[in-house]
């Protein structure tokens, strides 16, 4: 059981999780994968994965935590770059 009802823990581990799945999709993209293709993953893995829950924490989250979560959408490039 957690000891605190403080929203770091899990925004850390919700991080963690995000930078997995992106690091996922580099190798996706050194393979070769197109940029489209790579586009439906990054929404399929890691913005979903940022807003699943989102509504029912937000009001907790401290200003730090919603910059470090909104630095994480700003990554991905428009698919028309190259």
Do not use: W
Request: charge should be positive.
């Amino acid at each position: 059981m957690y000891r605190t009802l403080s929203t770091a823990a899990y925004v850390n581990r919700l991080l963690m999780q995000v930078n997995q799945r992106l690091y996922l999709l580099s190798l996706l993209q050194s393979s070769g994968l197109q940029r489209p293709s790579l586009h439906l993953l990054f929404n399929a893995l890691v913005i979903n994965k940022l807003t699943y829950a989102l509504p029912a924490y937000a009001g907790q989250l401290t200003a730090d935590d919603k910059n470090r979560i909104n630095s994480m959408q700003y990554l991905e490039r428009p698919c028309d770059e190259d």
